[in-house]
């Protein structure tokens, strides 16, 4: 397959100015980043990266660290995990509070905020110095010391976290929360301040495309089911209530951020990330979900 060639034409094709869409402008600190970029990077298990446009420049990875932090609390909670969260999609926005009363603090799942705060719980219980731990886990599985948090963002996403906040206090309410709210909510923002480029993240999100082992030292750090299990999570939840849309036009398991990026996977062939800062109403990449759609139909190749 010619991805190189595949990915000149999708550039050649679509570009930022015909999207409508806004940066998130509800954290101001991602508010300041120029909305009309675009890069995209996919690496294949046989080996060759593919990519184009601004796919070395760091962005906020944003909600696609709910995927990193669901890997470690499995690793660490293993199935009792679905004990606290459930494995459905929502149906409704990634912030949203309405389901969490009529389920008894019992998030959908580990990808919408309220699961990605249940999660954060979990490994502030079980991690020594939780953010400086789950920085390490991800360094490790993306091979590449120097992923960092952004301190500006998560500081501006901590200053008006409200629905966090408000989802947080309703959870505990309910007794899913067992540390303290603050401490937690603190372990959250840092997660999604996390900035990676395409390439960085392509490169860590092969480990889901390659049964759970690392492609270099060929280290298993999830097992094969833990793999399935959360590509599965990315199919039916990544996209919030767009993952219908998303399954429909891409057809691979995926995980979008509010900075713009959206990561996907082809099992066994390779991962791709595109990043493009400017959002649909549902708060995904719209020229992101364009580029991959193009990608599968191009490339004429879906988990479909
Ligand atoms: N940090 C963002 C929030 O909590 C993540 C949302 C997202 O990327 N969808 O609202």
Redesign the pocket.
């Known amino acids: 397959m010619d991805y190189q060639r595949i990915l000149a034409e999708i550039n050649s094709e679509i570009s930022p100015s015909q999207f409508n869409g806004k940066v ?1 402008a ?2 101001p600190e991602l508010a300041n980043v120029p909305a009309d970029q675009f890069g995209m990077h996919i690496c294949c298990l046989q080996g060759g990266n593919y990519a184009i446009g601004a796919q070395t420049t760091p962005f ?1 990875i ?5 995927v990193f932090s669901l890997t470690l609390a499995l690793l660490y909670e293993g199935t009792a995990l679905w004990e606290r969260v459930d494995v459905e999609p929502s149906g409704d926005p ?2 949203s509070l309405v389901q969490l009363e009529y389920e008894n603090g019992i998030p959908r799942n580990p990808l919408i ?1 309220a699961g ?1 705060l249940v999660i954060s719980d979990i490994l502030v219980s079980h991690l020594k110095d939780p953010k400086k731990d789950y920085l390490a886990f991800i360094r490790k599985i993306a091979g590449n010391p120097d992923i960092d948090f952004n301190l500006k963002v998560a500081a501006s ?1 901590k200053k008006w ?1 409200y ?2 906040s408000a989802l947080i206090n309703l959870m505990k309410s309910f007794g899913n929360i067992k540390n303290d709210i603050e401490e937690v909510l603190d372990f ?2 840092h997660k ?2 996390i900035e990676m480029s395409c390439q960085a993240l392509a490169q860590t999100f092969l480990l889901y495309a390659n049964r759970g082992c690392l492609l270099d030292s060929h280290e298993k750090i999830l097992s094969p089911t833990q793999t399935k299990r959360i590509n599965a999570i990315m199919q039916t939840c990544g996209f ?1 209530d767009e993952a219908g849309e998303f399954s429909f036009r891409v057809g691979l398991p995926g995980k ?4 713009g990026g959206i990561a996907a996977i082809h099992p066994g062939k390779y991962s791709v990330v595109v990043w493009s800062p400017k959002l649909n109403p549902k ?2 990449s719209s020229m992101g979900m364009a580029a991959l759609e193009l990608l599968t139909t191009k490339s004429g190749l879906s988990i479909f």
């Open positions: 998130a509800y954290i906020s944003q909600s696609i660290s709910k990634f912030n905020n990605a996403e976290g629905r966090n959250y923002f999604c301040s919030y979008s951020g509010v900075g708060g995904n």
